[in-house]
């Protein structure tokens, strides 16, 4: 919910749709958030997980299965465990 949560309250923040803004909230760096929008402009479907290491790692463990077209994993090198 806190994602949708910061899509909604972001409609244009100078050049930064409300995906870009909501992106940039949760920390993604703005070289990724360029590749995500154009790939959900180009009809593609992003997926935000938001959990512990351990809960990350099983997610995209998951995806892997699912024969996910890429993967990538954000945040602080100590929290992910890398």
């Known amino acids: ?3 949708v949560g910061a899509l909604e309250g972001a409609v244009v923040v100078g050049s930064l749709s409300a995906l870009d803004a909501g992106l940039a909230s949760i920390g993604i ?3 990724s958030i360029v590749q995500y929008e154009t790939e959900v ?3 593609r479907l992003l997926l935000v997980v938001h959990g512990t290491a351990d ?3 099983r997610a995209r463990d998951l995806l892997r299965q699912s024969q996910a077209k890429t993967t990538a994993v954000h945040g ?3 929290a992910l465990g890398v």
């Open 55 to 57: 809960e990350v790692e």
């Open 76 to 78: 602080e090198p100590a």
């Open 41 to 43: 402009k180009n009809g």
């Open 29 to 31: 760096p703005k070289n």
């Open 1 to 3: 919910m806190w994602i």
